[in-house]
């Protein structure tokens, strides 16, 4: 089974900045479909964004301009570059594989945006 292990996660001002990582136990991330989503509290889980084989990307309306999805296929790792956070960002962010009929979760990791 692939598993998914998210880091990077932690406290932050208004219009700071995080950087969460995906680290993935193979060699899967190159060949198929990566997302981020999140999970606020008192909310439903949401796409935030998302990565195609072929380097095509998905942004949700209310994060484009500010995150920023990536991938490093030597380190089989996905990244979520958010910049310019706000309070209403504040969740548990979720990375997620798409294969096929093939389904993989991580755990989660809390992002809180507060002053």
């Known amino acids: 089974q692939v598993q998914l292990v998210e880091s990077g996660g932690g406290l932050v001002q208004p219009g700071g900045s995080l950087r969460l990582s995906c680290a993935a136990s193979e060699s899967i991330v190159s060949g198929v479909t990566m997302s981020w989503y999140r999970q606020a509290p008192g909310a439903e889980r949401e796409l935030v964004a998302r990565?195609?084989?072929?380097?095509?990307?998905y942004y949700a309306d209310s994060v484009k301009g500010r995150f920023t999805i990536s991938r490093d296929n030597a380190k089989n790792t996905v990244y979520l570059q958010m910049n310019s956070l706000k309070p209403e960002d504040t969740a548990v962010y979720y990375c997620y594989a798409s294969r096929g009929v093939s389904t993989y979760w991580g755990q989660g990791t809390q992002v809180t945006v507060s002053s």
């Open positions: 990565i195609w084989s072929g380097g095509s990307t």
